[in-house]
C-alpha cells in the first residue's frame, strides 16, 4: 500500500487528518499533493482550518482535511469503467 492508498482509506473511514498527522502516521511529508490525487480521481475532500500552536508558541491555522464523499458516492464511474464507456 502506498501512501495515498494510505491516506485515502484512512480519510474515507471517517477520520480528519492535517500534515502533521500524515507525517507522524503514514510517513507522508507532502499531504496537499496526496489530496490533491485524491480530488482529481473524484473524492469530495473538504478543508476545514484548525487552530495549532507551533513550536514557539504562536497560534496559527492548518487544515484538516476529511473525505465527505468517494467517487462512487458521488455517481462517478471509475478509471476502467470510463474506458469500457468509450
Known amino acids: 500500500m502506498n501512501q495515498t492508498q494510505a491516506v485515502r482509506d484512512y480519510l474515507v473511514a471517517g477520520n480528519g487528518l492535517t500534515s502533521l498527522e500524515a507525517i507522524q502516521k503514514f510517513g ?45 458516492e458521488r455517481g462517478l464511474l471509475n478509471g476502467k469503467e470510463r474506458k469500457e464507456r468509450n
Open 28 to 72: 507522508c511529508t507532502r499531504l496537499s499533493a496526496k489530496i490533491f490525487d485524491l480530488r482529481k480521481k473524484g473524492y469530495a475532500i473538504e478543508s476545514e482550518p484548525v487552530d495549532v500552536y507551533d513550536r514557539y508558541g504562536k497560534r496559527t491555522q492548518v487544515a484538516r482535511y476529511k473525505c465527505v464523499k468517494t467517487p462512487e
